[in-house]
């Protein structure tokens, strides 16, 4: 009965640590990915950074635009966030709309974790 349990918790430990692994972001050999808050931005950066680095740890906020990845536009209030992922030359790649803050941060680590 104890090698069972002793089992059981081994095996949701290695759980728990593979669904903290697969969340962890983009994966980018070496090197974090790098978004640079838009100037209109209205979210304050220390909430965005609260959130990045609990949902995606291999995403970071610049202040350099020339070395950033991607530029982030995050704007709205509480109850209606709207965050923006916009590419370089301008294009807006990604948009998303929530009630939460980490819910917008979330979706915006799910979108860059499928970009090549």
Request: aromatic content about 8%; hydrophobic content about 40%.
């Amino acid at each position: 009965m104890k090698n069972l349990s002793r089992s059981i918790l081994r095996t949701a430990f290695a759980v728990l640590l593979f669904a903290g692994a697969a969340g962890a972001g983009p994966a980018i050999p070496g090197r974090s990915l790098k978004l640079v808050l838009a100037p209109r931005s209205t979210v304050d950066p220390t909430d965005i950074m609260k959130n990045l680095s609990e949902k995606c740890p291999g995403v970071i906020l610049t202040g350099n635009v020339k070395g950033s990845d991607y530029m982030l536009y995050a704007g709205g209030w509480s109850g209606e966030y709207r965050f923006m992922v916009i590419a370089k030359g301008g294009d807006t790649i990604y948009a998303t709309k929530t009630v939460l803050l980490s819910n917008a941060v979330k979706d915006v680590c799910q979108f860059l974790s499928k970009r090549p």
